[in-house]
């Protein structure tokens, strides 16, 4: 996420204030060889900072256990290499639980790639029904 710039001022008004949820897909969107699961998490929420943003941030990360070690910064959830659709399944099931406990509006941010499930019709939902601010980040 370091090396990706967030819009101008993609948290105005109350946005500013609210919840993050960020669901991280780390086999789609690797980690930086030159940093650590623990930096790149921190690193997230420094530059979400520097945008603006003044609320809680909460990350959750998906993929194969490689050494991932986040710490505290995140909650990192394991699968086998090539369970993109288990994977996926659990960044949505995760993603519908997230958000029947924030509340309206919240900003959710997707960081992966294609998805072997189809998200359109949840996350359209929480936009038009919850007022969400939805950020896809795409490797």
């Known amino acids: ?30 980690i930086n060889v030159q940093s650590d699961a623990h930096s790149a998490a921190q690193n997230i929420r420094k530059t979400l900072s520097a945008a603006g943003h ?15 070690d986040f710490k505290d910064e995140a909650k990192f959830t394991s699968f086998p290499a090539g369970a993109d659709t288990e994977r996926h399944t659990k960044m949505l099931q995760d993603i519908l639980v997230w958000s029947s406990k924030s509340p309206n509006p919240s900003n959710l941010f997707l960081i992966m790639g294609d998805s ?22 795409k490797p």
């Open 54 to 68: 003044l609320g809680k941030v909460e990350i959750m990360a998906y993929g194969v256990a490689d050494g991932h």
């Open 1 to 30: 996420m370091s090396d990706k710039t967030l819009p101008a001022d993609p948290f105005h008004g109350i946005f500013a204030w609210v919840r993050i949820g960020i669901f991280w897909d780390v086999d789609q969107f690797k």
């Open 116 to 137: 072997t499930v189809d998200f359109s019709s949840d996350i359209e939902s929480l936009v038009s029904s919850r007022h969400y601010k939805i950020h896809r980040v």
